[in-house]
């Protein structure tokens, strides 16, 4: 898959669960539950321990049925070795320009993080497909990220941090290409005591709140 379809692929679904678990079986676990529910792009990130091992195994496993990316990506080289085990984007917690170098040097879409004006500006002029706004929620939810489209409306914002199947219109009303959600999807909790069944829930309800969202502020 190429950069661009990636990209096009994650605006078209819209969510983007951050899989952070304590152990590579949970994160696949909470994969199986939520692409069930609905969801098709999965972060799965670096804190999650075999992070790559369990990239590699996802992407041979689902091939074209899901999207699988590395999150909390920290330097160019954890990019390309995360990208060689099969991840299709890169998604980071801040801003380095070297990453994003390195995603584009292998056709591979990247959503640095960024918080202030000044860096969500220097994320776009750089080429970053998606700029990650985090932590979103800190900083006045979906009204701060109302607050930087209306001079930036060019650049595609994937806020993450505080997002709820609850708030979650409020995002995609603020203009969000995506949201990136983590433990309201990824509860460890009750993937820990097995119960698989109320992430697959969990996602289809909010597979069904950003549809409706969109067709009422498209």
Do not use: W
């Not at 969510?15 to 676990?29: N, T």
């Not at 750089?126 to 109302?146: E, H, R, T």
């Not at 983590?182 to 993937?191: D, M, P």
């Amino acid at each position: 898959m190429t950069r661009g379809e990636a990209c096009r692929l994650i605006e078209d679904v819209g969510i983007v669960p951050v899989v952070r678990a304590p152990s590579p079986e949970i994160a696949i676990r909470a994969v199986d539950a939520l692409l069930t529910g609905g969801i098709s792009i999965f972060e799965i990130t670096m804190t999650v321990p075999n992070a790559r091992a369990v990239i590699r195994s996802l992407t041979a496993r689902f091939k074209d049925a899901a999207l699988i990316g590395a999150g909390t990506v920290l330097s160019a080289e954890e990019a390309r070795m995360c990208v060689d085990a099969g991840a299709q984007f890169i998604v980071s917690p801040g801003l380095d320009l070297g990453t994003i170098d390195a995603a584009h040097a292998l056709d591979v879409a990247v959503a640095p993080g960024a918080l202030t004006p000044t860096e969500v500006i220097t994320a776009s002029k750089a080429g970053a497909d998606m700029v990650k706004i985090f932590p979103c929620s800190a900083v006045g939810g979906a009204k701060y990220l109302k607050a930087l489209k209306g001079p930036l409306p060019h650049v595609k914002l994937l806020p993450t941090g505080g997002i709820s199947v609850s708030n979650a219109h409020e995002f995609i009303a603020a203009g969000a290409a995506a949201i990136g959600v983590g433990s309201e999807l990824v509860n460890v909790a009750a993937l820990t005591d097995g119960r698989d069944a109320e992430l697959t829930a969990r996602a289809r309800e909010l597979v069904r709140v950003v549809a409706a969202a969109r067709h009422k502020y498209k």
